[in-house]
Nanobody, 117 residues
Framework: QVQLTESGGGLVRPGESLTLSCRIARNIGNIYDMGWYRQAPGKERVMVARHIVGGRTEYAESVRGRFTISRDSDKNTVTLQMNSLEPEDTAFYSC???????????WGQGTQVTVSS
């Protein structure tokens, strides 16, 4: 079992920044890819950013250049730095861990991000 706890959501104005953090309850080593997903009202959940074991990162086209995912294995955290936020970034953001061999996935409880003037 992998317990994930997100923090850092909130209400910001367009153009502002926000940092989301995902705390992993235990050391999971290098056998889980980590990612951030979001779900806007009335829409399906989609991948925002992923940190693949080995260091490669992936981003949704809509956030590339504005968002940065990083992973601190010593602190067991995964961070999503979100800059130049837009109203379209408003969504419920969730942290995800996926086992690289079995595909088993774990999700955090999520955090709301609202971008509005």
């Amino acid at each position: 079992q992998v317990q994930l706890t997100e923090s850092g959501g909130g209400l910001v104005r367009p153009g502002e920044s926000l940092t989301l953090s995902c705390r992993i309850a235990r050391n999971i080593g290098n056998i889980y890819d980590m990612g951030w997903y979001r779900q806007a009202p009335g829409k399906e959940r989609v991948m925002v950013a992923r940190h693949i074991v080995g260091g490669r990162t992936e981003y949704a086209e809509s956030v590339r250049g504005r968002f940065t995912i990083s992973r601190d294995s010593d602190k067991n955290t995964v961070t999503l730095q979100m800059n130049s936020l837009e109203p379209e970034d408003t969504a419920f953001y969730s942290c995800n861990a996926r086992h690289i061999f079995s595909g088993q996935e774990y999700w955090g409880q999520g955090t709301q991000v609202t971008v509005s003037s």
